[in-house]
């Protein structure tokens, strides 16, 4: 229940004793609090329907006659604090993760400074209900968790008219669009139209990682059709009911695609790829990596996130980065992108060649270890690469792990529990110090639970998920796993490519977003078995990392923002999203601090 303590309501009363209010010419806003229509014009009911103004009972007594809006609202005047506290009090009623999803939504759709002042405060706790795990369940139920329409849904029958359906989005300014055609929604497969829950999601961290403006992101689906059966048959379903359109026409739809958000927002409007089936994730970064502004998360984002816990790890295990043998088990899009960028920081370090390099990876997938003369299973595409020719061919995991003696198992299948017991036991005897990363998503998927990893190698192991994992108590000691969340990466990434306006994202920004991701582990998380900062850190992590990738934006001439700026640290704060309310009115009165931090509510 919400409690108000007897000064909340002295001061209750002394607001609603307001006589008489000046007469305001202008409303005085915030420049950088933009409006999609002039804010003279937004006043009454309007107002109270448009998220990013709306303050709720925040609104004091003179901007609700002012703004036409008075009577519309119960007649008490809150702070923001105590609305933060009557929604965290809300969320710890509802009784399922799903419904704390969706009443963070609603939350969301109603009130955007409030969303972000609440998610921004309580990181740790809704982190894994905006993003994963939780949000890959209210993809998998969009159509029971869908409220409002958010974002823009662009189908392949929109194919000639791409341009006009962009023109249709309300904000001229758009710095960034998360996209997805649903294909691969983290390791749930193909989920249509309901995938549109994961670019919702991956641009509210844009704004709660990164202080990026809620109205310069824009989540976008591309409808191509699910071949998910059971979504054509869902009555609920959101999207096209039809099979998906595939090659030269589905192509041709991503081309226009490309094009048309250029014509509208320009050539330094951001374009993150997300959650695109292997096979064209891989395709599209390939063609147009160099022609536009872009990068896919689950390749470049997830790389650099694990190669920032694989260096820390090394900090442990005190083995350089080019001594290790690395085995990955999964050989689509996100073990080959992670494969990638460390081969590349190892010739980096080792000064050898790329395919050098590479020769210290190992790949084992669905039909096994990547082996020149294996019996089944294809070679092709990105993982090629990795394929050996001196080991035996082998379908047994324990028996790869027995062959190559890796010191680093990394998963990334989709396969929950592929790290069997012995598995685990046996790189906890091979190695003195193992690295082992379960990443793949939901926690379900994972290939094996932070529990299991220390347990089977007596707490040896240096372990990373993809979805959080409580920490473990083991013999008296307290492992806390690393999540290797992509959240500690692609905001920074994209804070500093929206903020420098950079012309293209090449490799190089995701070696540097990962070594300064891993020089953010203190030795307190490292004792703790941390191979990541801590959450509540992760929007310093972020503005950290902008700073780097600046810099090397800069030294490259990727950046269009002229002339540099002379601390790039402070330009970048200062351009962060700010969820204080802004006031509609010059001078207006503002709450004593004894009132906006109660002491009830401790
Ligand atoms: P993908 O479909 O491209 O690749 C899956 C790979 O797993 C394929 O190479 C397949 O052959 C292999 N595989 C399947 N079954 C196997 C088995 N029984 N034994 C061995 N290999 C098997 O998928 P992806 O995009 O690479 O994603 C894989 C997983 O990684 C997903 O669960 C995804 O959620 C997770 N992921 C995690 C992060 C993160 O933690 N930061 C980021 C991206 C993806």
């Given at each position: 229940m919400l409690r108000i303590n007897a000064s909340g309501l002295r001061l209750i009363s002394k607001s609603l004793n307001v006589q008489s209010v000046k007469a305001v010419k202008n409303i005085a806003i915030?420049?950088?609090?933009?409006?999609?229509?002039?804010?003279?014009?937004?006043?009454g009911v309007e107002l109270l329907r448009n998220p990013s103004l709306y303050k709720g009972m925040a609104f004091t007594v003179e901007e609700r006659q002012l703004l036409g809006i008075?009577?519309?609202?119960?007649p008490a005047v809150l702070s923001q604090q105590v609305q933060c506290h009557r929604i965290m009090e809300n969320f710890r009623r509802e009784k399922d993760d799903l419904s704390r999803y969706i009443a963070l939504t609603n939350l969301q759709y109603r009130n955007e400074k409030l969303f972000y002042k609440v998610l921004i405060d309580n990181l740790e706790l809704l982190m894994p209900i905006v993003y994963t795990p939780t949000v890959g369940l209210a993809c998998q139920k969009y159509g029971i968790a869908f409220r409002r329409s958010k974002g823009l849904y662009i189908t392949i029958h929109d194919k000639g008219h791409i341009y006009d359906v962009l023109c249709?989005?309300?904000?001229?300014?758009?710095?960034a669009i998360v996209v997805t055609d649903?294909?691969?929604?983290l390791g749930l497969g193909d989920l249509g139209c309901y995938g549109m829950g994961i670019p919702i999601g991956k641009l509210s961290l844009y704004t709660a990682?990164?202080?990026?403006y809620p109205t310069h992101c824009l989540p976008i689906m591309l409808d191509v059709?699910?071949?998910n059966q059971q979504l054509l048959d869902?009555?609920?379903?959101?999207?096209?009911?039809q099979k998906r359109v595939t090659g030269k026409v589905y192509e041709e739809f991503m081309d226009e695609f490309m094009d048309a958000v250029v014509a509208r927002f320009?050539?330094?409007c951001l374009i993150q790829f997300e959650d695109f089936a292997s096979h064209n994730a891989y395709k599209f970064l390939q063609k147009y990596q160099e022609k536009y502004c872009m990068f896919n998360d689950d390749i470049q984002g997830t790389a650099a996130v694990a190669l920032a816990g694989l260096m820390t790890s090394l900090r442990v295990t005190g083995t350089p980065l080019e001594e290790n043998k690395i085995l990955f088990v999964g050989a689509g899009q996100a073990a080959c992108g992670i494969a990638d960028l460390v081969a590349l920081a190892i010739s980096r370090k080792a000064n050898i060649t790329f395919e050098q390099a590479c020769s210290r990876i190992y790949m084992f997938d669905v039909d096994g270890?990547?082996?020149?003369?294996?019996?089944?299973?294809q070679l092709d595409?990105?993982?090629?690469?990795?394929?050996?020719?001196?080991l035996r061919p082998t379908k047994n995991l324990s028996d790869a792990v027995e062959q190559i003696k890796p010191t680093a198992l990394i998963g990334?299948?989709?396969?929950?529990?592929?790290?069997?017991e012995s598995v685990i036991r046996k790189m906890g005897q091979l190695n003195e110090r193992p690295v082992i990363f379960a990443?793949?998503?939901p926690t379900h998927k994972a290939e094996c639970t932070a529990q299991q990893a220390y347990e089977f190698t007596d707490g040896r192991c240096l372990f990373s998920s993809g979805s959080p994992f409580k920490p473990v108590e083991l013999n008296g000691k307290t492992y806390v796993p690393g999540q290797g969340n992509n959240s500690y990466i692609f905001p920074g990434v994209a804070l500093a490519t929206t903020v420098f306006q950079s012309k293209h994202i090449d490799e190089e920004v995701f070696l540097i977003a990962a070594r300064t991701l891993s020089e953010q582990v203190s030795e307190s998380d490292l004792v703790a078995g941390?191979?990541?900062?801590?959450?509540?850190q992760i929007q310093n992590v972020s503005v950290k990392i902008a700073v780097e990738i600046s810099k090397y934006y800069y030294e490259t001439e990727l950046?269009?923002?002229?002339?540099?700026?002379?601390d790039l640290e402070s330009y970048i704060r200062d351009q962060l999203y700010d969820t204080t309310y802004q006031s509609y009115v010059p001078n207006t009165w503002t709450w004593p601090e004894e009132h906006t931090k109660p002491k009830d509510f401790n």
């Amino acid at each position: 229940m919400l409690r108000i303590n007897a000064s909340g309501l002295r001061l209750i009363s002394k607001s609603l004793n307001v006589q008489s209010v000046k007469a305001v010419k202008n409303i005085a806003i915030d420049d950088k609090d933009r409006l999609s229509k002039p804010r003279s014009q937004i006043k009454g009911v309007e107002l109270l329907r448009n998220p990013s103004l709306y303050k709720g009972m925040a609104f004091t007594v003179e901007e609700r006659q002012l703004l036409g809006i008075h009577g519309l609202l119960p007649p008490a005047v809150l702070s923001q604090q105590v609305q933060c506290h009557r929604i965290m009090e809300n969320f710890r009623r509802e009784k399922d993760d799903l419904s704390r999803y969706i009443a963070l939504t609603n939350l969301q759709y109603r009130n955007e400074k409030l969303f972000y002042k609440v998610l921004i405060d309580n990181l740790e706790l809704l982190m894994p209900i905006v993003y994963t795990p939780t949000v890959g369940l209210a993809c998998q139920k969009y159509g029971i968790a869908f409220r409002r329409s958010k974002g823009l849904y662009i189908t392949i029958h929109d194919k000639g008219h791409i341009y006009d359906v962009l023109c249709n989005w309300p904000e001229s300014v758009v710095k960034a669009i998360v996209v997805t055609d649903g294909e691969r929604i983290l390791g749930l497969g193909d989920l249509g139209c309901y995938g549109m829950g994961i670019p919702i999601g991956k641009l509210s961290l844009y704004t709660a990682l990164a202080g990026i403006y809620p109205t310069h992101c824009l989540p976008i689906m591309l409808d191509v059709g699910t071949n998910n059966q059971q979504l054509l048959d869902d009555p609920l379903y959101i999207g096209l009911r039809q099979k998906r359109v595939t090659g030269k026409v589905y192509e041709e739809f991503m081309d226009e695609f490309m094009d048309a958000v250029v014509a509208r927002f320009g050539y330094n409007c951001l374009i993150q790829f997300e959650d695109f089936a292997s096979h064209n994730a891989y395709k599209f970064l390939q063609k147009y990596q160099e022609k536009y502004c872009m990068f896919n998360d689950d390749i470049q984002g997830t790389a650099a996130v694990a190669l920032a816990g694989l260096m820390t790890s090394l900090r442990v295990t005190g083995t350089p980065l080019e001594e290790n043998k690395i085995l990955f088990v999964g050989a689509g899009q996100a073990a080959c992108g992670i494969a990638d960028l460390v081969a590349l920081a190892i010739s980096r370090k080792a000064n050898i060649t790329f395919e050098q390099a590479c020769s210290r990876i190992y790949m084992f997938d669905v039909d096994g270890l990547l082996v020149e003369d294996r019996p089944e299973g294809q070679l092709d595409g990105p993982k090629n690469k990795y394929t050996k020719q001196s080991l035996r061919p082998t379908k047994n995991l324990s028996d790869a792990v027995e062959q190559i003696k890796p010191t680093a198992l990394i998963g990334a299948t989709g396969v929950g529990g592929i790290f069997t017991e012995s598995v685990i036991r046996k790189m906890g005897q091979l190695n003195e110090r193992p690295v082992i990363f379960a990443l793949s998503n939901p926690t379900h998927k994972a290939e094996c639970t932070a529990q299991q990893a220390y347990e089977f190698t007596d707490g040896r192991c240096l372990f990373s998920s993809g979805s959080p994992f409580k920490p473990v108590e083991l013999n008296g000691k307290t492992y806390v796993p690393g999540q290797g969340n992509n959240s500690y990466i692609f905001p920074g990434v994209a804070l500093a490519t929206t903020v420098f306006q950079s012309k293209h994202i090449d490799e190089e920004v995701f070696l540097i977003a990962a070594r300064t991701l891993s020089e953010q582990v203190s030795e307190s998380d490292l004792v703790a078995g941390q191979l990541y900062p801590p959450m509540k850190q992760i929007q310093n992590v972020s503005v950290k990392i902008a700073v780097e990738i600046s810099k090397y934006y800069y030294e490259t001439e990727l950046a269009s923002l002229y002339p540099a700026p002379y601390d790039l640290e402070s330009y970048i704060r200062d351009q962060l999203y700010d969820t204080t309310y802004q006031s509609y009115v010059p001078n207006t009165w503002t709450w004593p601090e004894e009132h906006t931090k109660p002491k009830d509510f401790n």
